[in-house]
Structure formats: structure tokens, C-alpha cells
């Protein structure tokens, strides 16, 4: 696609509640990367992924967090027995590889809201 | 360690009037430096990014960045700010030993006022 996609936009979940969130990179990208947004702050990173692995998990904040990455393309990250800490903004970017590979894009995230 | 610090949580600046958005950094080795911005909303948009060569970068929306190695700097600069500008900035740098990580400052809130 022309850029990264992400989805849904929006989500309400009730604490306890499993949630998936889906990210598809931009066409041809071989990095994806998870982060964590949280109402006005900065980014948390999550995960990266080369490919369909995950040399750096470094950034799951708890074993409840957890994404794959299938045909070196679409992501989703999981979010098991949601808390209200969770609530925040998920972002996915992506990126080519090589010398050209050195600026991430950005998708417009996924909000959510656990109650 | 790769780090960003953005001094400043906010910046206020009348319409017309230059502008700048402060960025020191601190790597090992030659630093992969950028800035994105953030509308209301959304996701970050990529603005500028500085690898090698001239040390004064150009990117989208008239903004300039300068790097400076003896400062280790990298702030974010306009001539004349547009009420249009007002977002949230972010600084980052790309950790060259470990290509996956981009290590993102705290950002920096930018009010432009008419």
C-alpha cells in the first residue's frame, strides 16, 4: 500500500479483555517496529521485527504483550488481559533494509481505551 | 548508550517569527539524525533527516535542520512560523551498532500564535 496501515483506529475494550491490533507496512518493507504512545508523552519502543523474526522483543512491558509477523508482512501485536495502563496510542512503522533503509514511516496508530 | 534529549517540553512563537525546536543527542560513533512531527491524532510524519554531508538539512514544509558535531546538536529550525505548525515535534537518532533501534526524544509541544 501507499503507506503503513493500521487497524482498527479506535478500540474500546473492557479490562480483561483480549485485544489484537493489526499493522500492514508499506509494500516491500522488510522492518516493522511496535511503539507505545501514552496520552501526550513520548515513544516507548515495543518491538522490532526483520522479516518474520523478532531479534528485539526488549520493549514488551509484560509477558500479557505479544506480536508476530507472518509472510514478512502484516503484524499484529496482541495485548492479553488488558489493564487500564494499556490505554495508549500503538503505533507501526516501517522501513526497507539496506543504505536506503535509514527513516522509519509511520502508520496513524491505534487508539485504545481500556474501561 | 544512543540517546535524545529535547530540553524544551514547550515552545511559543508568534505567527511570521522564526523558530526553533532545541535536540542534543548523544551516540557512539557517526549519528543518523531526524525529526518527525505529529499533528493532533495522528501518527508521526517524517520531516528531515540528517546522515552525511552539509551540515544544514532541508526538508518538507520549509523546515531546516542544522547538525552540529561539537555541540552534538540538531535543532529544528524556520524561518517564519505558520499558525499551521503548531504539533508535537520529535527528535531521533538511529542506533548504528544496532540498526533496529531509533531512539526518540521527549518531544517538544509547538504553539505558533496569530
Known amino acids: 500500500g501507499a503507506g503503513v496501515s493500521q487497524s482498527p483506529s479506535n478500540k474500546v475494550t473492557e479490562k480483561g479483555k483480549d485485544v489484537e491490533l493489526r499493522c500492514d507496512p508499506i509494500?516491500?518493507?522488510?522492518?516493522l517496529y511496535w511503539y507505545r504512545q501514552s496520552l501526550g508523552q513520548g515513544l516507548e519502543f515495543l518491538i522490532y521485527?526483520?522479516?518474520?523474526?523478532?531479534?528485539?522483543k526488549s520493549g514488551l512491558p509484560s509477558d500479557r504483550f505479544s506480536a508476530e509477523r507472518t509472510g514478512g508482512s502484516v503484524s499484529t501485536l496482541t495485548i492479553q488481559r488488558t489493564q487500564q495502563e494499556d490505554s495508549a496510542v500503538y503505533l507501526c512503522?516501517?522501513?526497507?533494509?539496506?543504505?536506503?533503509?535509514?527513516?522509519?514511516?509511520f502508520g496513524e496508530g491505534s487508539w485504545l481505551t481500556v474501561v | 548508550a544512543q540517546s535524545v534529549a529535547q530540553p524544551e517540553d514547550q515552545v511559543n512563537v508568534a505567527e511570521g517569527n522564526p523558530l526553533t525546536v532545541k535536540c542534543t543527542y548523544s551516540?557512539?560513533?557517526?549519528?543518523?539524525l531526524f525529526w518527525y512531527v505529529q499533528y493532533p491524532n495522528r501518527g508521526l510524519q517524517f520531516l528531515l533527516k540528517?546522515?552525511?554531508?552539509?551540515?544544514l538539512v532541508k526538508g518538507s514544509y520549509g523546515f531546516e535542520a542544522e547538525f552540529n558535531k561539537s555541540q552534538t546538536s540538531f535543532h529544528l529550525k524556520k524561518p517564519s512560523a505558520l499558525v499551521s505548525d503548531s504539533a508535537l515535534y520529535f527528535c531521533?537518532?538511529?542506533?548504528?551498532?544496532?540498526?533496529?533501534?531509533?531512539?526518540f526524544g521527549s518531544g517538544t509541544k509547538l504553539n505558533v500564535k496569530p
Open positions: 512503522a516501517s522501513s526497507p533494509t539496506g543504505s536506503s533503509g535509514n527513516t522509519i514511516y
Open positions: 509494500s516491500g518493507h522488510t522492518a
Open positions: 521485527f526483520q522479516g518474520n523474526s523478532a531479534p528485539d
Open positions: 551516540v557512539s560513533g557517526n549519528p543518523y
Open positions: 540528517y546522515i552525511t554531508g552539509d551540515n
Open positions: 531521533a537518532v538511529r542506533d548504528m551498532a544496532n540498526f533496529n533501534k531509533f531512539y
